[in-house]
């Protein structure tokens, strides 16, 4: 894709303000600003306000900032929708994403270039993926896999967890939008974030939610290509571009346009990293 799709979303409870600039400065890519599971429902209007605020002050760069709104079977849905409305925010982010038509609800509040990020974390979600995936003004797709081992009462590391994580990335990619939004990694430990990340790479991610400042470097690193991946990539770049367009050998092994692409994209997102 030509656009530089971000790697990295932070979250940051709606209701604590003084962490907003915070959360801007830390490097993420994005930052998302949560009217759900980290605001409690006293103080829900109070985030509200909060982001209004902070909004209208000028302070959010507008494609730099995202708001996670309440799902559509909650009583805060609808006043958490009004406020991105008011706001004019360029992505909202849409819990527990159960059919394509939530998608469109949502959208049909938003400014026309608005973008809907939804979240799949039921199994509901997981039947309707396609449709979501597919459905206008998608951005792409995040897995709540944290809720949806309550929704299926499965253990962390179950095989489950990765099979519907390969159907979010094959639905992503049927749909022609970006690679999926890994789930958080509850604990902050920089090696594990990593580790996470990187076994979610393997499955067809290429972004992560973070619930701290600090993992936002460690899923940078899980995500950069190492430097002898980088070195093979400018290598086959340079021996393809050198040759007429055909296959040609490097290293005893023959490269066609499939390992031309991979190299593309190992070189591309070295430089995004960078």
């Avoid at 509200?48 to 996670?68: F, S, T």
């Avoid at 967890?161 to 022609?176: N, P």
């Avoid at 999926?180 to 430990?189: K, N, Q």
Wanted: aromatic share 4%.
């Amino acid at each position: 894709m030509a656009e530089r799709m971000p790697l990295t979303y932070l979250f940051v409870p709606g209701d604590r303000p003084e962490r907003f600039a915070k959360a801007l400065a830390s490097g993420a890519d994005r930052i998302i600003i949560d009217l759900e599971d980290a605001v409690a429902p006293g103080n829900k209007a109070a985030a509200r306000d909060a982001i209004a605020a902070w909004v209208g002050a000028g302070h959010a760069p507008p494609d730099n900032v995202l708001i996670r709104i309440n799902d559509v079977a909650t009583a805060w849905h609808a006043d958490d929708l009004a406020l991105a409305a008011a706001v004019k925010a360029a992505c909202v982010m849409l819990p527990k994403c159960e059919a394509a038509e939530q998608v469109a609800a949502v959208r049909a509040r938003l400014p026309d270039a608005a973008t809907v990020l939804p979240l799949i974390e039921t199994a509901r979600g997981m039947r309707a993926l396609h449709g979501i995936a597919a459905a206008p003004g998608v951005a792409r797709l995040a897995f709540g896999s944290l809720d949806y081992m309550v929704d299926l009462d499965i253990p962390a590391g179950s095989l489950a967890l990765d099979i519907a994580a390969t159907h979010i990335a094959i639905a992503s990619r049927a749909a022609g939008i970006a690679s999926p939004v890994a789930g958080v990694t509850p604990d902050l430990d920089a090696a594990l974030v990593s580790a996470d990340m990187a076994h979610a790479r393997s499955l067809g991610f290429g972004a992560k939610l973070c619930i701290h400042p600090s993992q936002v470097a460690a899923v940078r690193l899980a995500l950069a290509p190492s430097a002898a991946e980088l070195a093979w990539a400018l290598r086959v770049l340079q021996a393809w571009q050198a040759s007429s367009g055909g296959a040609i050998q490097l290293d005893g092994k023959m490269i066609d346009r499939p390992v031309v692409l991979k190299a593309e994209r190992i070189a591309a997102l070295a430089d995004l990293i960078n």
